[in-house]
């Protein structure tokens, strides 16, 4: 089925450490978004990518590193250097064409102790 | 930059209808969007109104967007229990392909 797999589903990670959160993709969208969740604050863009090898900084960069070395795949890499990691991380694809509809993954939560 | 306001919360009683409002202030949207995600999962697109449009229904779902006012609104009749969820607004201008979003609506129904 196509769709967008984002893993793990849960993560937790020590504080000063490092953690990768994986996207891949199979419906062959060109555009791939991270954005951050957190209660009551809706959802903040991340990073962009319209095209591989290509990215930019959303709102909220920070903190983060994402690449983009596949069509498929757009990981993100919660550095250390991000003050306030805890959150729930939604990738989502946008179809070609003008109604711009995203298309989201199941999302990862991530927990720092 | 652009911002997407909804209320917080919303609660009713199943079978009665539930009405979610949304203002936004970009003048140039061309697409408005309601997203619904469940209890820790991510966002399902619901449905969209293009610009032009005044009213779009789909089943349980209306859709009624006031452009002058930059109102939009979801109407979803005979609200189920299985409609408890988040509903989030979002917009998208023309020249942009990045859309905005609300901080969304938990509707919350009680039998």
């Known amino acids: 089925d196509g769709g967008i797999t984002q893993s793990p589903k849960y993560l937790f990670r020590k504080e000063g450490q490092n953690v990768t959160l994986s996207c891949e993709q199979n419906?062959?969208?060109?555009?791939m978004y991270w954005y951050r969740q957190d209660p009551g604050q809706g959802l903040r863009l991340i990073y962009y990518s319209q095209i591989v090898n290509d990215f930019q900084k959303g709102d909220i960069a920070e903190g983060y590193s994402v690449s983009r070395e596949k069509k498929e795949s757009f990981p993100l890499t919660v550095t250390s250097a991000q003050k306030n990691p805890t959150a729930f991380y939604l990738c989502a694809t946008v179809a070609g064409g003008n109604t711009g509809e995203l298309f989201f993954g199941e999302g990862s939560r991530l927990t720092v102790l | 930059g652009e911002d997407v306001e909804q209320s917080l919360f919303l609660s009713v009683r199943e079978g009665d209808s539930s009405v979610i409002n949304c203002t936004y202030t970009?003048?140039?949207?061309?697409?408005l969007y309601w997203y619904k995600q469940e209890p820790g999962a991510g966002l399902q697109l619901l449905t969209y109104i293009f610009s032009n449009m005044d009213m779009k229904q789909d089943q349980r779902l209306t859709v009624l967007l006031n452009k002058k006012d930059k109102h939009l609104s979801l109407r979803i009749a005979d609200t189920q229990t299985g409609d408890s969820a988040i509903y989030f607004c979002?917009?998208?201008?023309?020249?942009?392909?990045?859309?905005?979003f609300g901080r969304g609506t938990s509707l919350i129904v009680h039998p």
């Open positions: 970009d003048s140039s949207s061309t697409y």
């Open positions: 419906l062959n969208h060109d555009a």
């Open positions: 979002a917009e998208k201008g023309g020249g942009s392909y990045i859309p905005t």
